[in-house]
């Protein structure tokens, strides 16, 4: 009898046992089975009902004796055809079940009965948007990119202030005149309130937002009305990209080079592959944009893989703004050793007196990141984690940023009974003494501490643009995508902080930090500058940043990649082990080295780093260990790595071990 059995994607399959479950459909419910429903199976040895995914319906099963769906918990379908073929890929591409990268596209509780109030949207839009020259050149070279028939992709390299978002908008409206849909990324949750209120004061109540700070009912009540056609655009965080528009005509991907786009759970995709995915599959554009763009985008640029466009120049016609340097060495030889240098101290005077806002930059969070004896030289560390704990001041607590773990500030090393010391400074400390130097200042922190509430992001950040605060304070998410007209100066207080990293993109880093964070400065009517706090103000990355020199650095950097072949000359598959058993972990890892040289014994291609520690070798008590295989990406090396990890979950040897593969994306 025809459709009597369907395939099902099981929520409890661990990836080296996942495949499609076959199930037989009850006479009773014959009538509602439909791919893409969700369903309750019974599962194992103890046929525990779990959840499952309907990916298709077969007349026959090649297994003789099968369990029946218990459930069916849709009355339609939930994922269509497009998204299950998207979820196939997936699993090829991330090395990640199928269920988990079906489950991703979803809401997080489908089945939310609670009353949900909608956002309140304005359903009318505003004037059409204006364009510069230079704006309307770059338009208008775009523009037959999203007329094609054929998917496209196309790189937008604009200096700070350039106004792409202007550009953004303009395209999204000629997507729709073309009766397609649309989706902006942005990399911070911080940035979508600002971004939602500009593209609704254009589009009005068709556009939708999606990102992991909506409560569940939000969420549930924005995704069907993305579902049920009522929006046009979509605006949001990563896991936006999955929103289930039809007919998409554009996807738009603002500070493409953020790591925020990669995810790092399963699946561990990166944002960027989904979206060429889609676009590929609808003939649509995919327009990644910054004023930094990431090595990997700008190589497939130059290399005539994306068509390549400039924004050279501000929109305001507003220089950039100068950038002074300020050696630190010698601000400690003249006795200063805060974290506010002279210089800045003089030029946040200069901004206090005419009533002008700066906008402060310091890539950690807390008060100390180190707290040491300073004579016997202990150091505290988290117990659960190989790292520093880190001294936050407003809770008097000792606290690991891993794990979570804390302790109340001691008053004597627990060695010695030596005087401890509270070693570097993160944003408490900063924000300390910056109160110390301006008491009647007002001053506004953010980071990951003060924006934890629900919509903390929006309110601190409205306050700001209500000058309400002299000074804004903050780790990565006050560096990109805000826009003050009143602030004149940025600070970035510890310019070395991300260059010594154990991390080939180090450079990359450390020069998007800087010019992100320094164009923040002068994008009103006012002129503004900047000051670069460093130890090593000759460094070749700082100087070029400082200089807003994007073409240099790529110079320069392109030919480091080369020479070490990291990405994007190369591809990177991270196959990482952990477990509570360090010893344990070693001899798997030499046992899965010696399995994957004798698979790519053959292939010059491919070579195979470690296996070693990760920079963070333990995290929450277990131990991890990484190996890299540097190779080109293609559905071979994939094969391979997909039955290595199968055969070593499958090895009773490595009982209580944890594998996963990451596919590095930049």
């Known amino acids: 009898m025809s459709h009597t059995v369907a395939k099902v994607a099981v929520s409890t399959s661990t990836y080296h046992i996942d495949k499609p479950y076959d199930y037989l459909i009850d006479d009773t419910m014959r009538h509602l089975a439909r791919p893409g429903m969700r369903v309750l199976v019974p599962f194992g040895r103890g046929d525990k009902k779990v959840e ?80 510069s020259r230079e704006q309307s050149a770059v338009f208008d070279d775009i523009m037959p990119l999203l007329k094609s028939n054929e998917p496209k992709a196309a790189l937008l390299y604009g200096v700070t202030g350039s106004g792409k978002t202007q550009v953004y908008i303009k395209l999204i409206e000629e997507t729709i005149r073309l009766g397609k849909t649309a989706i902006v ?9 600002q ?16 990102h992991s700070a909506l409560g569940d009912g939000e969420r549930y009540v924005e995704w069907k009305r993305i579902r049920s056609g009522e929006v046009n655009v979509v605006v949001g965080t990563r896991s936006a990209v999955f929103a289930p528009l039809k007919n998409i005509g554009l996807i738009v991907i603002d500070e493409e080079q953020e790591h925020t786009y990669k995810s790092e759970n399963s699946p561990r995709y990166h944002a960027r592959l989904i979206a060429k995915y889609r676009v590929t599959h609808s003939s649509g554009l995919l327009l990644l944009a910054s004023a930094t763009p990431s090595i990997d985008s700008m190589f497939s640029a130059v ?17 950039l703004p100068p950038v002074i340097v300020v050696d630190m060495k010698k601000e400690l030889k003249a006795g200063n050793g805060g974290s506010i240098s002279s ?32 004579e016997c030289g202990y150091t505290y560390k988290c117990k659960n984690c190989s ?121 990359e880093k450390t020069f998007s930090l800087i010019t992100q964070v320094v164009g923040r400065s002068g994008r009103g009517e006012k002129p503004g500058r900047a000051v670069i706090q460093t130890y090593t103000p000759q460094n070749k990355v700082i100087a070029l940043a400082s200089n807003q020199d994007f073409d240099s650095f790529f110079d320069s950097e392109i030919e480091l990649r080369r020479a070490l072949k990291s990405p ?38 491919v070579s195979l780093l470690g296996p070693a520690p990760a920079t963070v070798s333990k995290v929450s008590n277990k131990y991890v260990y990484k190996i890299l295989v540097c190779c080109k990406n293609n559905k071979r090396v994939r094969e391979v790595i997909s039955q290595v990890i ?19 994306m930049g």
Request: hydrophobic share 40%.
């Open 387 to 507: 790292v520093s704990m880190t001294y936050h001041a407003t809770n008097k607590r000792l606290l690991c940023h891993y794990c979570g773990y804390y302790i109340p500030v001691p008053m004597i090393c627990p060695q010695c009974d030596g005087k401890l010391k509270f070693i570097g400074a993160g944003t408490q400390k900063v924000e300390l003494e910056l109160s110390q130097l301006f008491p009647d200042v007002s001053i506004i922190r953010m980071d990951a501490d003060t924006t934890s509430k629900k919509d903390s992001h929006k309110k601190l950040l409205s306050d700001f643009r209500n000058n309400e605060a002299h000074i804004l304070l903050g780790t990565q998410m006050v560096t990109k995508g805000l826009d003050f007209e009143n602030v004149t100066l940025v600070g970035v207080l510890s310019a070395d902080l991300s260059l010594y990293m154990s991390d080939y993109r180090a450079n």
């Open 568 to 605: 994007p000359v190369r591809d990177l598959i991270s196959l990482t082990v952990n477990g509570t058993d360090e010893s344990k972990i070693v001899t798997a890892c030499d046992a899965l080295l010696t399995l994957l040289q004798r698979y790519f014994k053959t292939d010059s291609k």
């Open 646 to 664: 199968k055969d070593f979950a499958g090895d009773k040897r490595n009982r209580g071990l944890s594998i996963y593969a990451d596919v590095d």
């Open 185 to 193: 990324l942005v990399p911070e949750i911080g940035l979508t309130p």
């Open 195 to 210: 971004t939602v209120s500009l593209f609704e004061s254009y589009f009005g109540g068709t556009v939708a937002v999606l």
């Open 343 to 374: 210089v800045l101290k003089d030029e946040l005077s200069k901004n206090i007196q005419n009533g002008e806002q700066s906008i402060l930059f310091i890539n950690r969070r807390g008060a100390s990141p180190v707290v040491a004896c300073g």
């Open 303 to 319: 290399s005539g893989k994306y068509s390549l466009l400039r924004l050279d120049n501000r929109f305001n016609e507003m220089e």
């Open 52 to 131: 499952g995914i309907v990916l298709s319906l077969e007349d026959k099963s090649e297994y003789g004796r099968l369990k029946a769906i218990d459930t069916f918990l849709d009355e339609a379908p939930v994922i269509d055809d497009e998204n299950i073929k998207l979820a196939l890929w997936m699993s090829d591409r991330f090395f990640c079940t199928v269920y988990d990268a079906l489950r991703i596209m979803l809401p997080a509780k489908m089945d939310f009965k609670r009353k949900t109030k909608c956002r309140e949207i304005s359903n009318t839009a505003g004037q059409e948007v204006q364009l």
